[in-house]
């Protein structure tokens, strides 16, 4: 499966963005997916997850009731809502998709996940 993000982009302190990762393939509704941010200087963390049926969720612990996973399967998209954006937020984006065995399963373990998109870039001013 390929992925593609995007949304992106410059924002003001406690404002929103839409980020979203279409996927190529027909088999998108049988993945995981997850997104994933790299700050300069820091280790790639998870963001948040869903899982297949998009009835199961995760959320990093920094983004906890101002961030929000979707999916779309007639798109073959995964979307991430990013509200109350903070400047500790910039980074690099990346979605990811990988499989689990688990029907609730979202994995949180970056090399859990076998494609990944090129990423796209969030920077929050102050």
């Known amino acids: 499966v390929q992925l593609q993000a995007s949304g992106g982009g410059l924002v003001q302190a406690g404002g929103s963005l839409r980020l979203s990762c279409a996927a190529s393939g027909r088999t998108f509704s049988s993945y995981v997916m997850g997104w994933f941010r790299q700050a300069p200087g820091k280790e790639r963390e998870v963001v948040a997850a869903?899982?297949?049926?998009?009835?199961?969720?995760y959320y990093g612990d920094s983004v906890k009731g101002r961030f929000t996973i979707s999916r779309d399967t007639t798109k073959n998209t995964v979307y991430l809502q990013l509200n109350s954006l903070k400047p500790e937020d910039t980074a690099v984006y990346y979605c990811?998709?990988?499989?689990?065995?688990?029907?609730?399963?979202?994995?949180?373990?970056?090399?859990?996940?076998?494609?990944w998109g090129q990423g796209t870039q969030v920077t929050v001013s102050s």
């Open positions: 990811a998709a990988g499989y689990s065995t688990s029907y609730y399963g979202t994995p949180q373990v970056a090399n859990e996940y076998a494609y």
């Open positions: 869903i899982n297949w049926s998009g009835g199961s969720t």
